[in-house]
């Protein structure tokens, strides 16, 4: 069964620390996706990246990265310098390649809450 | 401007008063899906519709209904709320249902408290 854990639950950091969220995915599939979304204060969710599960190469955008590591099942997210503004729940998703129309569903993880304190 | 727009985006109301939420969208999208945010739960998944007059349960469907007439509207009904159903919703749509690379747009959120 497919299963995404974000062991953090809470996370603080100081302005301009690094800091990396962890994403651990079980899925029986080999052509799979993997997301990300913020949810700032206001409530929102916003998307941030999709990967595939033949596109290994770690991606940066701006002070975000992300490790994709098939050999771990892993898919961890980093901000580097963080902000005050950065300062949300992430979420980590899992969705199989095909449905096969017996079930369209992005699985979630439960979310680890990022505080950046000035 | 392409959106999901849910309302009521607030709600407070008593066991067994029955409730509409509704949930439209703007971007001819074929897949809709309902879910809700609980504490420590993150995002479960009610209902979904992977086209007009095309819907199936997810992983927390009792208490709810849902319906598609209408390819942009998909509407989630209690009929007889439970305070167990005092949630965070949210409705998301995506280009298509059929394939898990279709990223999820997400309306703003209903919050729901049944007393």
């Known amino acids: 069964a497919q299963k995404v854990t974000q062991a953090q639950t809470e996370i603080s950091v100081v302005e301009k620390e690094d800091v990396t969220l962890d994403c651990v995915y079980e899925?029986?599939?080999?052509?799979?996706?993997l997301f990300w979304y913020k949810q700032p204060p206001s409530g929102e969710l916003v998307f941030l990246i999709r990967?595939?599960?033949?596109?290994?190469q770690n991606e940066i955008s701006g002070r975000y990265s992300w490790n994709f590591q098939k050999s771990t099942s892993s898919f961890n997210f980093t901000i580097t310098a963080s902000q005050v503004v950065d300062s949300a729940v992430y979420f980590c998703a899992l969705s199989e390649m095909n449905y096969g129309g017996s079930q369209g569903n992005l699985i979630f993880g439960k979310g680890t809450k990022l505080s950046v304190k000035p | 401007e392409a959106q999901v727009t849910q309302n009521p985006r607030y709600l407070i109301t008593v066991t067994g008063k029955k409730l509409t939420v509704t949930c439209s969208q703007n971007?001819?999208?074929?897949?809709m899906s309902w879910y809700r945010q609980d504490p420590g739960l993150g995002l479960r998944q009610i209902y979904y519709?992977?086209?007009?007059?095309?819907?199936d349960k997810g992983d927390v469907p009792e208490g709810y209904k849902v319906s598609r007439k209408e390819k942009r509207n998909f509407p989630l009904i209690l009929e007889s709320p439970s305070p167990n159903q005092t949630s965070l919703y949210f409705c998301a749509s995506s280009l298509r249902g059929d394939t898990g690379a279709n990223v999820l747009t997400f309306g703003a959120g209903s919050r729901l408290t049944v007393l």
């Open positions: 971007m001819n999208h074929e897949y």
């Open positions: 519709s992977m086209n007009v007059e095309v819907t």
């Open positions: 899925t029986r599939d080999t052509t799979y996706y």
């Open positions: 990967r595939n599960s033949f596109d290994e």
